[in-house]
C-alpha cells in the first residue's frame, strides 16, 4: 500500500502554478525582467502552448517543425518559448536563426535551478506545457511537440 500511494505521488499533475513558481523571473527579448505570474497575466483569457527549450538542443530543434504545425492548426493560441540557454546571445541569435515566431522569454538560471524549472520538475528539454483560458494547468507534461495530448488539451472547451 506505501509503495502505491509513493509512486502515485509520482504522477502527480498540477493544474495551478505555485506561489513561488508564479515569481521566479524571466526576461523578455529586450532585457525586461518579469515574473512568470506577469508573463502569463499578459495573454490572460487566452490558451498557451508552453515550450521549455535551448539553441543547444538538437531534439528541441528538430521539434520546431511540428511546433509550426501546431501555430498554423491554433492561430489564437498564444506559443510562449521559455529559453534555459545561460547565454542570452545564443538564445537571441537562435531565435531569429529558427525564425521562431511567438512570445519568447529566458530563465536566467538555466534549466536546473530555479523555482519554476523545480516546479515542472524539469530534466529533459523540450517540455510543452498547455495552460487552459482560465490560467490552469491542462497539460503538465509533454517531451514532443507531436504528442497527441498538446492537441486534446487544446481542443478542450471550458
Known amino acids: 500500500m506505501l509503495a502505491f500511494v509513493l509512486l502515485s505521488c509520482n504522477f502527480e499533475k498540477p493544474t495551478t502554478f505555485t506561489d513561488l513558481a508564479l515569481k521566479d523571473s524571466v526576461y523578455t527579448l529586450n532585457n525586461q525582467q518579469l515574473s512568470i505570474a506577469d508573463m502569463l497575466a499578459k495573454y490572460k483569457g487566452k490558451k498557451i502552448v508552453i515550450d521549455v527549450w535551448a539553441s543547444w538542443c538538437g531534439d528541441c530543434v528538430r521539434g520546431l517543425p511540428a511546433v509550426r504545425n501546431l501555430q498554423k492548426q491554433y492561430k489564437d493560441v498564444v506559443f510562449l518559448f521559455l529559453s534555459v540557454d545561460q547565454s542570452k546571445t545564443s538564445w537571441k541569435r537562435a531565435v531569429k536563426r529558427f525564425n521562431m515566431q511567438g512570445a519568447h522569454f529566458i530563465l536566467p538560471k538555466g534549466m536546473k535551478d530555479g523555482d519554476f524549472v523545480d ?9 510543452y506545457m ?20 498538446i492537441e486534446k488539451a487544446l481542443n478542450t472547451s471550458l
Open 119 to 127: 516546479f515542472i520538475k524539469l530534466g529533459w528539454i523540450p517540455r
Open 130 to 149: 498547455v495552460i487552459n483560458e482560465r490560467g490552469k494547468i491542462a497539460l503538465f507534461k509533454a517531451t514532443s511537440a507531436s504528442d497527441s495530448d
